[in-house]
T-cell receptor, first 111, second 113 residues
Framework: RKEVEQDPGPFNVPEGATVAFNCTYS??????FFWYRQDCRKEPKLLMS???SGNEDGRFTAQLNRASQYISLLIRDSKLSDSATYLC????????????FGKGTTLSVSS | DGGITQSPKYLFRKEGQNVTLSCEQN?????MYWYRQDPGQGLRLIYY???????QKGDIAEGYSVSREKKESFPLTVTSAQKNPTAFYLC????????????FGEGSRLTVL
C-alpha cells in the first residue's frame, strides 16, 4: 500500500515563530514530492515542489531525505495568513499522474 | 483568466438519486482528475482521464461514473450505488510535462439528506 503520513496537528504557534512539518512516505520508488496548501473549505493549491537538493521560496524551505523517506517543510517568521492545512503529496510515476495525498497538517498562527 | 470551473458549489440530494457534478477547464490541459475529500482525510482519487474519450478508475471508483467527450469537460456522476456520497468533490487538471502541479476547481460540496 502506498502511504503518505503526516502529523495532523494542529500546530498552534505565535506570529513570528518558526515551525516545521514532516511527512513520511512508504514507497521508496516515489519520484516527485510536493507541498500543497489548503485553506478552510477551499481547494488545495501548490505551494512548492521539493527537490533533492532542497529548495527555498521566501520564508518557506522544503527538504527531501530519500534515505529516510521523508520530506519536510519549514516556515520561518510565521504570519497570520500562513494559517491553513499543509498537504504532503508524493508522485509514484514520472508523469506525475499517480499522486498520493497525505491527510494534511493544520497550522494555526495567532497574534 | 484560465482556470477550472466546478458547479454547483453546493448540492443537496435525496438518497437514491443520481447527481452530476460539472467540471470545465480552459487551460488546454490533457489530464483531468476527480478527487473526494472527507473531513480529516486526504484526497482520494475517484477517476482520471489523460486524453479525450479515455478514462481510468482511481482508488474509489465504485458508485461513480465519468465521461470525457471533450477536452474541456470531465463531468462526474454520483450514482445511487455510492454508499456514502456526502463529501467535498474536487476536480483538477494537469499540464503535460508539469509533474504534480495540479490545478483545482473550487470544489462541489454534496450533501445527501
Amino acid at each position: 500500500r502506498k502511504e503518505v503520513e503526516q502529523d495532523p496537528g494542529p500546530f498552534n504557534v505565535p506570529e513570528g515563530a518558526t515551525v516545521a512539518f514532516n511527512c513520511t512516505y512508504s514507497n521508496s520508488a516515489s519520484q516527485s514530492f510536493f507541498w500543497y496548501r489548503q485553506d478552510c473549505r477551499k481547494e488545495p493549491k501548490l505551494l512548492m515542489s521539493v527537490y533533492s537538493s532542497g529548495n527555498e521560496d521566501g520564508r518557506f524551505t522544503a527538504q527531501l531525505n530519500r534515505a529516510s523517506q521523508y520530506i519536510s517543510l519549514l516556515i520561518r517568521d510565521s504570519k497570520l495568513s500562513d494559517s491553513a492545512t499543509y498537504l504532503c503529496v508524493v508522485s509514484f510515476n514520472q508523469a506525475g499522474t499517480a499522486l498520493i495525498f497525505g491527510k494534511g497538517t493544520t497550522l494555526s498562527v495567532s497574534s | 483568466d484560465g482556470g477550472i470551473t466546478q458547479s454547483p458549489k453546493y448540492l443537496f440530494r435525496k438518497e437514491g438519486q443520481n447527481v452530476t457534478l460539472s467540471c470545465e477547464q480552459n487551460l488546454n490541459h490533457d489530464a483531468m482528475y476527480w478527487y473526494r475529500q472527507d473531513p480529516g482525510q486526504g484526497l482520494r482519487l475517484i477517476y482520471y482521464s489523460q486524453i479525450v474519450n479515455d478514462f481510468q478508475k482511481g482508488d474509489i471508483a465504485e458508485g461513480y461514473s465519468v465521461s470525457r467527450e471533450k477536452k474541456e469537460s470531465f463531468p462526474l456522476t454520483v450514482t445511487s450505488a455510492q454508499k456514502n456520497p456526502t463529501a467535498f468533490y474536487l476536480c483538477a487538471s494537469l499540464e503535460a510535462g508539469r509533474t504534480g502541479e495540479l490545478f483545482f476547481g473550487e470544489g462541489s460540496r454534496l450533501t445527501v439528506l
